[in-house]
């Protein structure tokens, strides 16, 4: 692919395996500090009891926390985590990325449903009982190439995909970065909007990436000055890169970055650009995968 000119430069960075079971915890932000790195309140107006994951858990963050978050802010928080995990749920799946710890393999099911997608030790497991309409599966004989379809997959709102990288990514800036972006604390937390929002994703074809990586790039040229920072996240077969305005009335669009070190070079990947209008949450009708396999054990039927 055409990577084009290099007009961001990589800030900072954190890459992490997709299951955390450590004990170490690693803690963003000043002890000495009370007030809220959001919010700007201090007790006893707010609260710090609650685990402000930088890094959903449910995308497997166990150790990476902001130390200065407050209670209501993290609640507020859990939305846009929520619209992440939920846009993020087939890639959870593919890297076996648990949601708690101990908590098995993670698996699709809808509730009360039996047709599920199961990876369990690098097998993948499919339960299809077909008058759910839930999968479809179709199968090119001979050619261990297999189409698979998921109906009504889980809805989500890009928006707060914005918003919930744009939280991680405040982990990674320095105060001066932060005083060049200073409306933004103002815009996670709903006090302003800003339309349109510029989102990347890129499929990268493959089993995934075996680290998350969460990434801060900044404005290296003139073309790119509009939008300083880049937040990029690489989880799954995903990369999801977030255009963070210079300020609330930035209408232009940004410059595409499509640079990205860790996509091998043969890959076929071309990122979708999204231009974001509103809040609105997308449902999405379905989502088609193609996979080719080694090999697959025989048919079993469901019990029901
Ligand atoms: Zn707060």
Not at 24 to 31: E, I, S
Not at 63 to 68: D, E, W
Not at 224 to 236: A, C, D, K, M, V
Request: glycine fraction near 6%; charged fraction near 20%.
């Amino acid at each position: 692919m055409n990577h084009g000119q290099h007009h961001y430069a990589e800030l900072s960075s954190i890459f992490y395996p997709h299951d955390i079971t450590g004990a170490d915890k690693d803690l963003v932000g000043d002890n000495s500090k009370t007030t809220c790195l959001f919010c700007g309140q201090s007790r006893p107006n707010v609260t710090f009891k609650k685990d402000a994951h930088v890094i959903p858990a449910g995308l497997g963050n166990r150790t990476l926390f902001y130390l200065n978050e407050c209670d209501t802010c993290n609640t507020r928080f859990s939305y846009y985590e929520n619209e992440l995990v939920n846009f993020l749920t087939f890639d959870r799946i593919f890297i076996s990325a648990q949601k708690r710890p101990g908590s098995g393999a993670p698996k699709y099911k809808q509730k009360g449903k039996q047709s599920a997608l199961e990876m369990n030790s690098g097998k993948l497991n499919i339960a299809i009982l077909e008058q759910e309409g839930i999968f479809n599966v179709a199968e090119k004989e001979g050619q261990n190439i297999i189409t698979f379809k998921i109906n009504n997959p889980p809805p989500y709102r890009p928006e707060d995909i914005c918003k919930c990288l744009t939280h991680m990514g405040w982990a990674l800036l320095e105060d001066e970065d932060k005083t060049l972006v200073s409306y933004v604390p103002n815009w996670l937390l709903g006090k302003i909007d800003i339309y349109p929002l510029y989102l990347d994703t890129a499929f990268v074809p493959g089993n995934g990436f075996a680290n998350v990586i969460l990434e801060v790039l900044k404005t290296t040229h003139a073309d790119s000055i509009n939008y300083p920072y880049l937040i990029r996240f690489t989880y799954g077969t995903k990369i999801i890169s977030f255009y963070l305005p210079a300020s609330p009335d930035i209408k232009c669009a940004p410059l595409l970055y499509s640079y990205c070190p860790h996509i091998p070079e043969n890959a076929a990947v071309s990122p979708t650009t999204w231009t974001i209008p509103s809040n609105e949450r997308i449902k999405p009708d379905d989502i088609t995968y193609t996979w080719s396999y080694r090999d697959k054990d025989p048919r079993t039927d469901i019990k029901v």
